[in-house]
């Protein structure tokens, strides 16, 4: 965690950019750069920056955002829901399908669905997401018009529900919404199908692994000769025991989606984190850039300990 | 003709011999029955030649590529598919998009193979020393190792490059960066069954050092896996540059690389499609043939995890 912040920190004094320059200005007389430096606490020796810095992030605080001078950690608070939105629908999508085709493939090993779920995962890994993006908002929105196109809502839903959580879909039904629910979700059923495709191809292939080396184990083949029913067998035995490695894949790729929704964020237009992240980069707002990342890297950290976590409880061995 | 045949047939028994003549002749014996092994599936041979195709269009771009990949034609803008001179059509300056295609593979290449030398050396330098040495040394650097692991990948990748400027070489370092972990974490691993092997204390009692031993003696076991590491990693790496591309902060413009392409495109997508779709379809060929062929080397290399 100290060292996640040591980078952060280093990144952000080692960029080229003068902190200072961009305060004051080109014409700034001498005088008031060193004003300008003093104030920021850069003549003070790098440690002692440093633990300002961490001092800052612990009480919330990343700094004034370069470009519209408020608070990096309100812009954060305000964009993160929606990013947490789409990811966990996206998770959810890919764990529903994911799991059940991974069990399956393994089961009939060889089969067209296995060959289909092995085609499903290397295209997964092998397509660029933010060109899959650009292609299927072309056909669905452009050409078919069947969902909502860039954005969260339309533009008459903007505003409507109180905000409670900061998620449209739980603002809208903890409002009794029906109409702004059913746009917000048909905006987001793009971006969430494209995300939940690819932790889809990961935790398949994952899943179908874990599987067959359950499957090829002398316990299976004990409860099978005991009479239990092949579903039983398959679905409680097998997958229960597969259960704790998969909650760990099923972190890793949450998190990788919270990450990974960067380039989707920006097809769809979507306010999230990773697309306040970049547009704060080309402006070189570095303080929006640098607490974007600290909370991203944070909530990877996190979402880490939370599995181990959970690794403990559902593995009495782990105790 | 039979006599060419009969020479066939020697190197052929020659590469197949179970005694070995010399040390040459082993090595050699080693490597063509692995390449058999390789050869005899299809998909990473197909793959395989994906791959020598791109090398070999982007070797002879000036040569192959129908027009200048930098000429802007005003006039002749956002042409359709099959227009006359132009396969693929042209983009919004008018530029022949089949060249700049053809010319972008360089740019993906000369990304993929920076990246695909600087991170795997760096880990593997990391992860053997840290395996070796054990103590402090081996906790420091792990330490470091998960720190970088611990962060999401391009979002420590768009740090970087913010910090660094935009730019391929930037863009390169900045992949490498966030790539190295791994290679890190796999080369300790090796080092720590292979340290402690009676063949290591046989050349130690010899008075051999602990860099001769490093060098040549556990660096050369951990090549395979890390090869094997290395060619499944390519896809993401192309992945990473293209996405990077497209942000605008890889290559800069008019330089034709296909991520940067695609973002060119976005903006006539509903109209002109294929101005963006092309160039992807060309990033998913590449990065679906290094699955392939690191999917095949996989099988070869390291039996034990393979047959997937």
Known sequence: MLGLLFITFIIGRVMPVDPVLSIVGESASKETYDAAYKAIGLDKPLIVQFATYIWDVITGDFGVSLLNARPVADDIKRVFPATLELATLGTLIGVFVGVPLGVIAAVKRGSWIDQIARVLALVGYSMPIFWLGLVSLLIFYGILGWVGGPGRVGIFYVDIVPEVTGMILVDSLLDRNWDVFRDALSHIILPALLLGYYSLAYISRMTRSFMLEQLSSEYITTARVKGLSERAVIWRHALGNIKVQLITVIALSYAGLLEGSVLTEIIFAWPGIGSYITTALLSADMNAVMGGTVVVGLVFVCLNIFSDLLYKYFDPRAK | ?308
């Open chain 2, 1 to 308: 003709m039979s006599q060419s045949e009969a020479q066939k047939q020697t190197l052929r028994e020659w590469l197949l011999t179970d005694t070995p003549q010399s040390r040459h002749q082993a090595r050699m014996v080693a490597l063509y029955q692995g390449w058999l092994s390789f050869s005899t599936n299809t998909m990473a041979m197909f793959g395989l030649g994906i791959l020598i195709c791109l090398g070999l269009v982007a070797l002879f771009a000036p040569l192959i590529s129908p027009h200048d990949p930098f000429a802007q034609e005003l006039g002749n803008r956002l042409q359709p598919l099959w227009s006359e001179g132009h396969v693929f059509g042209t983009d919004s300056l008018g530029r022949d998009i089949l060249s700049r295609l053809i010319y972008g593979s360089r740019i993906t290449l000369y990304i993929v193979a920076l990246v695909a030398l600087i991170a795997p050396v760096a880990g593997l330098l990391v992860g053997t020393v840290a395996g070796y040495s054990g103590g402090w040394l081996d906790v420091i650097l792990m330490r470091i190792t998960d720190i970088f692991l611990a962060f999401p990948r391009l979002v420590l990748a768009l740090a970087f490059v913010a910090a660094l400027g935009a730019g391929i070489e930037n863009a390169v370092l900045a992949i490498s960066l966030t790539a190295w972990p791994p290679y890190a974490r796999i080369a300790r691993a090796e080092t720590l069954t292979i340290r402690n092997s009676d063949y290591i204390s046989a050349v130690k009692l010899q008075g051999a050092g602990a860099t001769r031993i490093v060098t040549k003696h556990i660096w050369p076991l951990c090549i395979s896996s890390l090869i094997v590491r290395v060619t499944l990693d390519m896809a993401g790496i192309i992945l990473a540059a293209a996405g990077l591309g497209f942000l605008g902060l890889g290559a800069q413009p008019p330089s034709p690389e296909w991520g940067a392409m695609i973002s060119e495109g976005r903006r006539f997508i509903l109209d002109h499609w294929w101005v963006a779709t092309i160039p992807g379809l060309a990033i998913f060929t590449v990065s679906l043939a290094f699955n392939l062929l690191g999917d095949g080397l996989r099988d070869v290399l390291d039996p034990k995890d393979g047959g997937s």
